[in-house]
């Protein structure tokens, strides 16, 4: 539930209530048992590659989750600004590798004060007046801060473009004595068109020697260099670079995906389906454990159920909510928790606080029903909520968790 919908009771949900009848809908939930299996899968598959795996925070922002994944096994949490750093530090998690640049006193101070703290914080650098910037601040402050060389893309966004730029950046960071360059760090995920897997594959290369390059010119300031990358879609791809035992040996690869911890019923989906043909060996997969529940709210016409569920609940993109269950809570009370299938459903258009349902003549169903959603990219449907529920497979509210958007 989110704050403006608790104005009224000042309370959350707890644990207990039956999520059909006993919570104000809509609420976004997760499903205990594809959580667990997601931890779990992922964090096998970054081990069994030799890497650390550094989950990235902003998907979900949601501590409970952060500590999940940690108890799993995770290296450290990704974040992606200094106030996300902040939250996550204030939670309880002490290594924080910000894959973004550092910029504005503000957040550098904010920065300052976790490592103060005690925090293992890490930023990336992919320009000189950033470097400098990031030298007189925390040199004034007495603090030493790790950075790592981000590795672009040409048209892509943030991160040296060539080699050229990065030696530049190098013996920069090499003038600031504040500063301690302990790796390098890249994201693929901008890669788009024409042979995209050989792209991928290429950059992850790119990765790897530009970090041994650093190891031979001495300038490293760790015996064990950071080597970064990898967003939910390409997490393979990247691990494949990424795993040799000369980099076990001497390195540290670290695998930044985020998605992968409640997955999604479309984009992440076929990215899964990729993954397992690229790998046909590869033993069980990632399971989709968000969703959105909403009642039916009006069937104004033949064919149109509006749903009580907005923009300002679910993502809508890059595809509509997919209708994926029914539970015919007011047609059918007896059989409540029991699903009906949606397949031949359809959204068609989502407004602030309705969702156009296509349905079929003599449906069955009734105002008061409940649908269950999914989603394609779940990034844009948590950071609409600060409190997910947890529940088990007969939708028992289990656990409310919290974000900190």
Not at 7 to 13: A, E, L, N, P, S
Not at 170 to 181: D, K
Not at 302 to 327: Q, V
Not at 348 to 355: E, N
Request: hydrophobic residues 45%; negative net charge.
């Amino acid at each position: 539930m989110r704050e403006a919908r608790m104005c009224c009771d000042k309370g959350t949900v707890e644990a207990g209530p039956e999520l059909l009848t006993g919570v104000s809908l809509p609420a976004a939930v997760i499903h205990e048992a594809p959580l667990a299996q997601n931890l779990e899968w992922m964090q096998c598959f970054v081990d069994d590659h030799g890497a650390r795996l550094a989950p990235h925070g902003k998907t979900t922002m949601a501590p409970a989750l952060f500590h999940r994944q940690l108890e799993a096994g995770a290296w450290g949490i990704t974040l992606a600004t200094a106030p996300q750093c902040r939250a996550a530090f204030a939670h309880g998690v002490t290594r924080l590798l910000m894959a973004n640049q550092l910029v504005g006193e503000v957040n550098m101070a904010m920065v300052a004060a976790l490592i103060e703290g005690g925090a293992d914080y890490y930023c990336v650098v992919d320009g000189v007046e950033n470097v400098s910037q990031l030298g007189r601040f925390f040199a004034a402050r007495g603090l030493k801060l790790q950075v790592l060389i981000e590795l672009g893309l040409p048209g892509g966004r943030c991160g040296c473009r060539d080699t050229e730029q990065v030696e530049a950046l190098v013996a920069a960071i090499a003038e600031q004595p504040a500063l301690a360059l302990v790796g390098i760090e890249g994201y693929e995920g901008m890669i788009a068109g024409g042979d995209e897997i050989a792209a991928v594959r290429a950059y992850g290369e790119r990765l790897v020697e530009t970090v041994r390059s650093l190891v031979d010119s001495g300038l490293l300031a760790c015996e064990a260099p950071i080597v970064t990358a990898s967003g939910s879609k390409w997490f393979d791809l990247i691990a494949e670079a990424f795993d040799n035992a000369a980099l076990r040996e001497r390195y540290t690869p670290v695998l930044r995906p985020g998605c992968y911890v409640v997955h999604d019923h479309k984009l992440y989906a076929g990215a899964m389906a990729e993954v397992k043909a690229r790998h046909p060996h590869l033993q069980g997969e990632l399971r989709p454990a968000l969703e959105i529940f909403a009642h039916v709210q009006s069937l104004p016409e033949p064919g149109l159920a509006i749903i009580a569920l907005g923009k300002r609940d679910i993502g809508h993109e890059p595809d509509l909510p997919l209708p994926l269950r029914r539970y015919p809570v007011i047609s059918h009370p007896a059989a409540a928790t029991t699903p009906v299938d949606v397949s031949d459903c359809h959204t068609t258009h989502i407004m602030d606080q309705h969702l156009f349902l296509a349905i079929p003549q003599n449906a069955g169903i009734a105002v008061g029903d409940v649908v269950a959603f999914g989603t394609s990219h779940p990034c844009l449907t948590f950071d609409k909520w600060r409190q997910l529920l947890l529940v088990d497979e007969a939708l028992k509210v289990k656990e409310s968790l919290v974000t900190c958007f």
